[in-house]
């Protein structure tokens, strides 16, 4: 009966108590509200007690899933260097490096488009400096599995790895902050793509 209660929560679209019981979200459906609220109206002017009442949950709920309010928007895509770096050891051997890592980045990005989310996360990433800082948790992360791709490589050194990983990861973090900010009208897999066209020119 409690999962009958919960489907039928989910089904509507905004979480319900049952008596004597918790109110029970999903990840998903909070990252949903919180980043179309971010998307609408920006990461700062709205806070996560605000992201909370929409959820119909408290600010202390949502932080027992999230430690800080960064990390509901990198939500999956953190987990998404895994792939990237499965995606590098696909390419070509015979390509450079970062042609590889072109191909490599424009695929996932391309890939991730279906997500319904995805798009809000890119636009409210491309409009929060905060959010662009290279010490951050997810930025470490995405340019150590580049470095790691990269020093693996024949005849690659640390230097070598260290300017790939952070040239790649700049040069895909442009392309996506210009298709944020530029509107051009196109997906933003194009934007990275067209990016590392120009770094390789």
Known sequence: ????????????????????????????HIEAVALRLWSERGFHEVSVAEVAAEV??????????YPTKADIVWGPLTASFQILTEALEQTSPRAPLLGRARTALVGMIR?????????????????????????SAPFLLWRQSLY???VAQPGVD?????????SAQS???????WWVTQDPGTAPWQAVDEAFAHLMD
């Open 171 to 177: 040069t895909a973090l442009a392309g996506l902050i």
């Open 56 to 65: 119909g949950v408290t600010a202390r709920t949502i932080f027992r899933r």
């Open 111 to 135: 890939d991730g488009d279906t997500d319904p989310t995805a798009r809000h996360r890119i636009r409210i990433v491309g409009r929060t400096p905060e959010l662009q800082s290279s010490t």
């Open 148 to 150: 790691d791709f990269a």
């Open 1 to 28: 009966m409690t999962n009958a209660r919960t489907t039928r929560a989910a089904d509507a679209g905004t979480p319900q108590a049952t008596r004597g019981r918790p109110i029970v979200v999903t990840a998903e």
């Open 158 to 166: 640390d230097l070598r790895a260290q300017v790939f990983a952070w």
